[in-house]
């Protein structure tokens, strides 16, 4: 990821979470409805998708970007960048 681009973090923790929450609850409970409700029940499949901002994994990813921003600090100085703490803003 390219520096000012976005990434996948959500703002805070908290928002990261409940994402997670409404993504894997979506999920599981498509697949766990789906001898009550028939096919019916895949239709939480898509609530899944925005939730976790395309598939589980990007969602995971997110979730070490929150909470590793602020944290860490990449920096690019004549062409050469490296990472190191950041300044805790």
Known sequence: MKA???????????GQLLRGGVGFGALLG????????GPVALLL????????RGCPTCW?????ETVSRGRLRRECVD???????GGGT
């Open 60 to 64: 995971v990813i997110g979730l070490l």
């Open 4 to 14: 000012g681009e976005p990434g996948r973090a959500t703002r805070t923790l908290t």
């Open 45 to 52: 499949l898509p609530v899944a998708l925005p939730a976790f």
């Open 30 to 37: 498509a697949f766990a409805l789906l001898p009550f409700a």
């Open 79 to 85: 062409g050469r960048c490296a990472s190191g703490k």
